[in-house]
C-alpha cells in the first residue's frame, strides 16, 4: 500500500517549511493543506487536540505534531532516503541539541526584533547575533551542519532565513554584513532544490508582517 502523507500547515511558517524541506529531500509526495489559522479546520483541531497549531503531518492517517518531533519521524520512517540524523549515537544527540537551541532562541528574538523598538530591540538584535555566531562556531569548515550533506540542524534552522529580511528591515541591520559565514552557508543551502523550492519567498513574508502590523494598528 502506497504512503499517504497529508501536511496540514501556512505558508509563511518556518515550522511547516522544515517539514516540507525534509519531505522534498526525501523525494516524498505528499499532499500540502493550507490552513486559515483564523478559521482552523476540523482536520487540524482533531489532529492536535493539544496545542491546536501547525504543522501537523499525517501519515496513513496518523497524525504527527510539533515540528521537530515531526521531523525526526519523517527522518526514521523514510531512513533509507537522504538520512538528517547521523547514525552515531553522540552526533545524533548533538544535532538535537542545537536543533532545540534553535527552537528556544531564533524565534523568540527574531519576535522581539520586529516587534519592538528602541533599547529593547538594540539589546535584542545583539543578543540574535551572538546566538548566529554560536551557529557559526558550531557550523565551523564544514560546508552544512550535517557535514558534506543537509542534515537535521540545517533543516531545522533554514527557514528562518525566509524571515531574516523581516528582521532586517526592522532592527536596520545586516545580517551578512555581521556574519558572513552563515549567511554563506544560508546561500549554500537555497541552491539545494529541496530547499529553495520549499522555503517562502523573503519579500513576500515582509508584505505579510506589514499586513498584520497595519491591521493591528501599528506602523513599522
Same mark, same amino acid.
Given at each position: 500500500? !502506497?504512503?499517504?502523507?497529508?501536511?496540514?500547515?501556512?505558508?509563511?511558517?518556518?515550522?511547516?517549511?522544515?517539514?516540507?524541506?525534509?519531505? !522534498?529531500?526525501?523525494?516524498?509526495?505528499?499532499?500540502?493543506?493550507?490552513?486559515?489559522?483564523?478559521?482552523? /479546520?476540523?482536520?487540524?483541531?482533531?489532529?492536535?487536540?493539544?496545542?491546536?497549531?501547525?504543522?501537523?503531518?499525517?501519515?496513513?492517517?496518523?497524525?504527527?505534531?510539533? /515540528?521537530?518531533? !515531526?521531523? *525526526? #519521524?519523517?527522518?526514521?520512517?523514510?531512513?533509507?532516503?537522504?538520512?538528517?540524523?547521523?547514525?552515531?549515537? #553522540?552526533?545524533?544527540?548533538? &544535532?538535537?541539541?542545537?536543533?532545540?537551541?534553535?527552537?528556544?532562541?531564533? /524565534?523568540?528574538?527574531?519576535?522581539?526584533?520586529?516587534?519592538?523598538?528602541?533599547?529593547? *530591540?538594540?539589546? &535584542?538584535?545583539?543578543?540574535?547575533?551572538?546566538?548566529?555566531?554560536?551557529?557559526?562556531?558550531?557550523?565551523?569548515?564544514?560546508?552544512?551542519?550535517?557535514?558534506?550533506?543537509?542534515?537535521?540542524?540545517?533543516?531545522?534552522?533554514?527557514?528562518?532565513?525566509?524571515?531574516?529580511?523581516? #528582521?532586517?528591515?526592522?532592527?536596520?541591520?545586516?545580517?551578512? !554584513?555581521?556574519?558572513?559565514?552563515?549567511?554563506?552557508?544560508?546561500?549554500?543551502?537555497?541552491?539545494?532544490?529541496?530547499?529553495?523550492?520549499?522555503?517562502?519567498?523573503?519579500?513576500?513574508?515582509?508584505?505579510?508582517?506589514? *499586513?498584520?502590523?497595519?491591521?493591528?494598528?501599528?506602523? *513599522?
Amino acid at each position: 500500500m !502506497a504512503d499517504e502523507v497529508l501536511l496540514l500547515d501556512f505558508w509563511s511558517s518556518p515550522y511547516g517549511m522544515r517539514l516540507r524541506v525534509a519531505l !522534498a529531500e526525501k523525494g516524498i509526495q505528499y499532499e500540502y493543506k493550507e490552513e486559515d489559522l483564523s478559521n482552523k /479546520s476540523a482536520l487540524l483541531l482533531q489532529s492536535n487536540p493539544v496545542h491546536k497549531k501547525i504543522p501537523v503531518l499525517i501519515h496513513n492517517g496518523k497524525p504527527v505534531s510539533e /515540528s521537530l518531533v !515531526a521531523l *525526526q #519521524y519523517i527522518d526514521e520512517v523514510w531512513k533509507d532516503k537522504t538520512p538528517l540524523l547521523p547514525s552515531d549515537p #553522540y552526533l545524533r544527540a548533538q &544535532a538535537r541539541f542545537w536543533a532545540d537551541f534553535v527552537d528556544k532562541k531564533v /524565534s523568540e528574538i527574531g519576535r522581539v526584533i520586529r516587534t519592538t523598538k528602541g533599547e529593547e *530591540q538594540e539589546a &535584542a538584535k545583539k543578543e540574535f547575533l551572538q546566538i548566529i555566531g554560536l551557529l557559526e562556531g558550531e557550523l565551523g569548515d564544514k560546508p552544512y551542519f550535517g557535514g558534506e550533506t543537509l542534515g537535521f540542524v540545517d533543516v531545522a534552522l533554514i527557514p528562518f532565513y525566509s524571515w531574516f529580511y523581516v #528582521y532586517e528591515k526592522c532592527g536596520n541591520f545586516s545580517i551578512e !554584513a555581521e556574519q558572513p559565514k552563515f549567511s554563506a552557508w544560508a546561500k549554500r543551502c537555497m541552491q539545494k532544490e529541496s530547499v529553495s523550492k520549499s522555503l517562502a519567498d523573503q519579500k513576500a513574508i515582509y508584505d505579510l508582517f506589514l *499586513q498584520r502590523m497595519k491591521a493591528r494598528g501599528m506602523d *513599522q
